[in-house]
Nanobody, 124 residues
Framework: VQLQASGGGWVQAGGSLRLSCAAS????????IGWFRQAPGKEREGIAY????????YYADSVKGRFTISRDIAKKTVYLQMNLLEPGDTAVYYC??????????????????WGQGTLVTVSS
């Protein structure tokens, strides 16, 4: 099982980026995909999750209304569209595959496989 995160970069506050998480080695219906981020000196934070079976979506309050998670099952790719970016969104972003309970979707220990991370830098 491999996850490849990409799409990070530098953007000014108020701008947008779209991250991609390409999965290989497993059927897309086997695992849900979560997006996490970790800023320097801070704990890893779960920000969005899409459930494998229903496609249900969940968001952290910190990104709700600004970020959108989606997937292309045929391409085995999950996306994170990030709009209205703020300097506080600066972090390394990771995608991960797992089968967390709904109440635990943002808990990193509930995930089995992780991508390598992609850096997002938002300047003011």
């Amino acid at each position: 099982v491999q996850l490849q995160a990409s799409g990070g970069g530098w953007v000014q506050a108020g701008g947008s980026l779209r991250l991609s998480c390409a999965a290989s080695g497993f059927f897309s219906g086997d695992y849900g995909i979560g997006w996490f981020r970790q800023a320097p000196g801070k704990e890893r934070e779960g920000i969005a999750y899409i459930r494998s079976s229903s496609g249900g979506k969940y968001y952290a309050d910190s990104v709700k209304g600004r970020f959108t998670i989606s997937r292309d099952i045929a391409k085995k790719t999950v996306y994170l569209q990030m709009n209205l970016l703020e300097p506080g969104d600066t972090a390394v972003y990771y995608c991960a595959a797992g089968r967390p309970e709904t109440s635990a979707w943002s808990t990193s220990s509930m995930y089995y496989y992780w991508g390598q991370g992609t850096l997002v830098t938002v300047s003011s």
